[in-house]
């Protein structure tokens, strides 16, 4: 087994060991990090792009019950911000295009989404909207 392997699995135990990762993911990681750190060995310049793309199950996958994977860096987060796509160069308008996502795909996840949802039909903003309408009439 070469080195970088060896470096590509210590990395994705320690990966593993912070967050939950299925058996393709982690086969995925180990593959597209090995591959990155030979490039980076051989003097190449090392991107994702070139390294492993990605496939649409993955951009599926992205978004969990509980955290959304950012598929630029491999990071998971509740929500995929403005500020963390920007350290990867991207708005989000180019982050969905890129990974063929529709134009409204949330980059949330599904538990905080479906709790924001709630919370909207709790405040029921559209009567207060209405009962101010019918003040100024």
């Known amino acids: 087994m070469d080195d970088f ?15 939950v990762m299925t058996e393709e993911e982690i086969t995925a990681f180990v593959t597209r990090v090995a591959n990155s750190l030979r490039a980076m060995a051989s003097g190449e310049e090392a991107t994702m792009e070139s390294v492993a ?4 199950e993955d951009v599926k996958k992205s978004v969990k019950e509980k955290s959304v994977t950012c598929l630029e ?14 350290q990867h160069g991207l708005t989000t308008e180019e982050y969905r295009a890129k990974y063929g996502m ?15 949802r ?14 101010a309408s019918y003040k100024k009439v």
């Open 53 to 56: 793309p990605v496939a649409s």
């Open 73 to 86: 860096c491999g990071k998971s987060f509740k929500i995929l911000t403005k500020r963390h796509l920007a």
């Open 118 to 131: 709630k919370k909207m039909a709790e405040m029921q903003l559209w009567e207060r909207r209405r009962k």
């Open 102 to 116: 529709k134009k409204g795909t949330a980059l949330v996840c599904k538990s905080l989404q479906r709790e924001r």
């Open 5 to 19: 392997l060896k470096q590509a699995l210590e990395l994705a135990r320690a990966q593993a060991s912070v967050r």
